[in-house]
């Protein structure tokens, strides 16, 4: 049996997660492309969401991005991607946590909601969002990664996101300035595990 087989779609941002992890550490891995639309028995079965990511290692099903992303680290120590102070890796779940609860409905409802929104509703969300990239700016303001000099899964679970609302608005830089965030990523999406992890299928 495959050893890690991951039920994948391209450019679902918790999925590059997910690859981006298995890249760095290096592993081994097969992909199976999902059709959102149309998913697979086989995630249907074993997600009880139907959704990716979802990862099968010999044959078990684990899912939710962070809860795979953890289990890798732990599973395959040899390249660590959490520290190992209990303060620093409570640190990097609370990103974890800023990015699912707080900063992702914000940059859904920036992406999707916004002609939908009142006036109100729009300064309201758009202090958020600055409030937000306020914060990851001066967080990259003191280090190249958001732990310090080392890429973590901090910076593995948030940036996806960041990417996505910079490619979905093309009027974002006019909105706000993040000149270290925007440093950031190009650091990460520079590393030869990107390329690899945004390949196309096939
Ligand atoms: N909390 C989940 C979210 C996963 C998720 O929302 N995946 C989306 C694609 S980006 C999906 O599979 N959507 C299909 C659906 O909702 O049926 C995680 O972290 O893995």
Known sequence: MN?????????????????TVLEEKGLKYS????????????LLRLHPEGKVPLLLHHGHPIFESSVITEYLDEAFPEVSLMPRAPLERAEVRLWTFWCNELFK?????YKYEWPGLSAD????????LK???EKLDSALDKAAFLMGPQITL????????????????PEFHEQFKTR???????????????ERVMKKPG
């Open 131 to 133: 409030a937000s990239l």
């Open 105 to 109: 409905p914000d940059l859904d409802a």
């Open 31 to 42: 992909v199976i492309e999902e059709d959102l639309a149309n998913p697979s028995s086989e």
């Open 3 to 19: 050893e890690l087989i991951l039920h994948s779609y391209r450019r679902c941002p918790f999925a590059i997660r997910v690859r």
């Open 154 to 169: 901090a910076d593995i679970h948030v940036f996806p996101f960041y990417r996505q609302l910079q490619k979905a608005r």
């Open 180 to 194: 270290h965030v925007d440093a950031w990523l190009g650091r990460i999406t520079s590393r030869p595990s990107f």
């Open 121 to 128: 509703e729009r300064q309201a969300l758009l202090a958020r």
